[in-house]
């Protein structure tokens, strides 16, 4: 192995050569996965790194999981796998928190799993590890109940800081799966619901 090759990968020491050779393709389970997804177990490792290097902020095992099962981009129990001997052999770390963080962060490095990753995998992953980040975050700091009525349900709808509701809105749903339609669409992107609606107000 070339000896500038990425550092991450030789500090892996407990996985095997099979898993660390970047040359092996198609090693990994491929159940779940779309065309063009990650097939080789060192390009999923590579692609763990990759999220954890480049989104801002708070990230967890759960959101890139989730994020290979959404996009379809590896298997998920190998994602699972791949944080699991990462944290073991001590190339990611993860606080009290579930936070989880890359020890050796550096440009060379990045630039090294960005050659071995597709274009489409790394920029997809990105964007909908971001999405499923500020979803949770929605998740937390915003509240929606469904409570059933005779006739169909209301959905109540928040969207607060800390004590304060910025915004609170009833709905009526005639069923149980448009009143969570509505829940989820709220979820995905509150500030949308709350910047459209202050628009229409003042634009009127």
Do not use: W
């Not at 349900?153 to 004590?163: E, G, P, Q, R, Y």
């Not at 009833?170 to 995905?188: D, P, V």
């Amino acid at each position: 192995m070339d000896k500038n090759r990425f550092d991450i990968e030789n500090e892996t020491e407990k996985l095997s050569q099979n898993e660390i050779d970047p040359k092996l393709r198609f090693d990994a389970f491929t159940a779940g996965i779309q065309d063009g997804g990650l097939r080789s177990v060192s390009s999923i490792s590579l692609i763990v790194c990759y999220i954890i290097a480049n989104i801002n902020g708070r990230v967890t095992a759960e959101n890139i999981t989730q994020t290979m099962d959404e996009g379809m981009f590896a298997n998920h129990f190998e994602v699972a796998d791949a944080i699991s001997k990462l944290k073991k052999s001590g190339v990611i770390t993860e606080s009290d928190d579930g936070a989880l963080s890359l020890v050796d962060v550096s440009k060379a490095n990045i630039e090294l799993i960005e050659m071995d990753l597709p274009l489409t995998v790394r920029e997809n992953s990105i964007k909908l590890c971001q999405k499923i980040i500020a979803k949770e975050k929605y998740k937390r700091e915003n509240r929606v109940a469904i409570i059933p009525k005779d006739k169909g349900f209301t959905v109540n709808l928040h969207i607060s800081d800390k004590d304060t509701d910025f915004l609170s809105l009833r709905l009526y749903a005639s069923t149980k799966e448009q009143a969570e339609m509505i829940k989820e669409k709220f979820i995905t992107d509150p500030i949308k619901v709350y910047e459209t609606l202050i628009e229409a107000i003042f634009n009127n």
